[in-house]
């Protein structure tokens, strides 16, 4: 079992940076693949970024591509979601979550959630 707390969200301007965390309790972070995904108001929760279980292997969707870098610290039992050059249609909620699979972009593979932290990017 693994319990997530995201933090590091908070109100930013459009072309302004945050770094996310998701602090990962449990002795075995490092066997879970991890994601970051989203959700606006009145949207479907959306995949944003994941991270193989070693770091090795990262994906991103097109929306990210370029802005938004993913990265885990075993270590530390966290994963980081750099967001540079925020665009206020980034405002959501950003969720992160675990798999024991491979990392994916689909939702349903991850068994573990976070309770969201909000981004705001006003324009």
């Known amino acids: 079992q693994v319990h997530l707390v995201e933090s590091g969200g908070g109100l930013v301007q459009a072309g302004g940076s945050l770094r996310l965390s998701c602090a990962a309790s449990?002795?075995?972070?490092?066997?879970?693949?991890m994601g970051w995904f989203r959700q606006a108001p009145g949207e479907d929760r959306e995949f944003v970024a994941a991270i193989s279980w070693s770091g090795g292997s990262t994906y991103y969707a097109d929306s990210a591509k370029g802005r938004f870098t993913i990265s885990r610290d075993n270590a530390k039992n966290t994963v980081y979601l750099q967001m540079n050059s925020l665009k206020p249609e980034d405002t959501a909620v950003y969720y992160c979550?675990?798999?024991?699979?491979?990392?994916?972009?689909?939702?349903?593979?991850?068994?573990?959630w976070g309770q969201g932290t909000q981004v705001t990017v006003s324009s």
């Open positions: 979550a675990a798999t024991t699979t491979i990392a994916t972009i689909y939702a349903q593979e991850y068994t573990h």
């Open positions: 449990g002795r075995t972070f490092s066997s879970y693949a």
